[in-house]
């Protein structure tokens, strides 16, 4: 238990499970980038679950990653992992605009999957991987990472426990500089800060308040044809949190304070983190 601010005030302990103790499954990738190789060195350091096997579109890039991660398993086509029995659950790691195809793929294989955000490029693109897994009965999970955090757990208590009494505003903001040769900035690959860092401040905000009665949002263009930021006020009308505004930003133009907070009539909670100039 943690004193706040020095008011004999304590934050409950997460009730997070130990990772360590979830059974071994063996994991088949769908993909080999950046985010793939954070998945698996995560999953090295922190689980017991087995890379297993991986796919990707250039079949070197495949054979190297199997290599640099010791995953004994490299196959030459989607179907062909998907049709490997002993792959337990999928990881759909590639390019944005490749998720929606890979996830219906994997759903049609009967296989569970997690999805690396965004689920897809579309709320008509999330309904039918919704409606496909709902058919089959297959687990389907978009990969947001944060809201499996600890502190997200104890953020849940004290909402739960109306210790910031009736929630009225929630703002959260998220930007980092991007150099202009990366794929964040490409819209071939449905680059821009929505899809990308957007997916947090959203996730954050709806998390708290649930989905919005209205939703009214700017943005800003940028050279290369994807958005350079953007912004966003959800409004609430109906329910538990009538009369809630949730203000989101998100900028892939420069470093913000990347910080959330929920404000109710009872008190503050502050979320900040040290911005960075530059981001992988």
Known sequence: MTDVAGQGVTLPAPRTPDPQQAPPLRWGLLGAGWIADKFVTSLRAHTTQIPYAVW?????????????????????????????????????AGPHHSHHELTLAAIAAGKPVVVEKPLALNAAQAREIAAAASAAGVFVMEALWSVCLPKFDVVRQVLDAGVLGRIHTVTADIGEYFDRDHRILRRDLAGGPVLDLGTYPVAFATWILGAPSEVRALAQPDPSGVLSQTAAILRYDEGDHAGALALVHASLATATPTAGEISGDLGTLSSTRPSTNRAG
């Open 56 to 92: 990707a579109p250039r079949p070197l890039a495949a054979a190297a990653f199997a290599q640099a991660h010791g995953i004994p398993h490299v196959h030459s086509s989607v179907a062909d992992l998907l049709a490997a029995p002993d792959v337990d659950v999928v990881y759909v």
